[in-house]
């Protein structure tokens, strides 16, 4: 799998736009980014995944580089309930019977009031 | 709609105790089903995943051990803990052929 790099913490007025980013330089053609996030004590929460074109859900959207190389999650207005640590994943597409994920350090997003 | 379990939510065994943590998935059928551990101040570490009843797959080799009797059920055992095996371990699931991965609510071990 590719590795991934985010900074180690943001943060985000509560309203206003968070944007975080993730660089996979050494991506392949054939693998996905997906980002999950971590609310304190909980377990992880799917977010959004992608291949190459931007992708929008109720959460997020998630832009990623022409080149692949990069991409940005995008919280459109960030609540207080968006303080979490956000993960950055790149992985091969669910064709296979296994899917382990796995997860590095993330950043840790605090949204302030 | 699929949910799934965890217990119990918090756990403090001595250390050379046995363990036993379940995990079941309700509204699904046949799906993959994974154990993490996160230590504290750590990124998430796959220890086992299963794609079917009784197929274990260990990513890790340590004291624990898993198992899948049941198709939406499983469970992390160890026969003798040690202080390394505290953290939080989460079990997640995925439906074949989808994108997405779902996590438990996890327990959080302290081993004492």
């Known amino acids: 799998d590719a590795k991934t790099t985010q900074p180690t913490s943001m943060d985000c007025a509560e309203g206003r736009a968070a944007n975080l980013p993730c660089n996979h330089s050494t991506i392949s053609g054939n693998e996905y980014v997906y980002w999950y996030r971590q609310i304190h004590s909980q377990g992880p929460q799917y977010i959004i995944h992608g291949l190459k074109n931007n992708e929008t859900n109720e959460m997020a959207s998630l832009i990623i580089t022409e080149d692949r190389k990069s991409s940005t999650l995008i919280l459109p207005h960030a609540t207080l309930r968006d303080t979490a640590v956000y993960y950055c994943i790149v992985r091969v597409g669910s064709g296979a019977g296994s899917y382990q994920l796995t997860f590095g350090k993330g950043t840790k997003l605090s949204v302030i009031p | 709609s699929q949910t799934i379990h965890q217990w119990p939510a918090t756990l403090v065994q001595p250390v050379g105790s046995p363990l036993s943590l379940e995990c079941t998935v309700e509204?699904?059928?046949?799906?993959?089903l994974y154990w993490y551990r996160q230590a504290a101040g750590r990124g998430l570490q796959l220890l086992f995943y299963?794609?079917?009843?009784?197929?274990i797959s260990s990513e890790v080799p340590q004291n624990l051990s898993a198992s899948r009797p049941q198709d939406r059920q499983f469970i992390l055992s160890s026969k003798k803990l040690l202080l390394s095996d505290s953290g939080f371990y989460l079990c997640?699931?995925?439906?074949?052929?989808?994108?997405?991965?779902?996590f438990g609510p996890g327990t959080r071990l302290t081993v004492t």
């Open positions: 299963s794609v079917g009843i009784g197929q």
């Open positions: 997640a699931w995925r439906q074949g052929g989808s994108y997405e991965q779902y």
């Open positions: 509204g699904t059928s046949n799906p993959n």
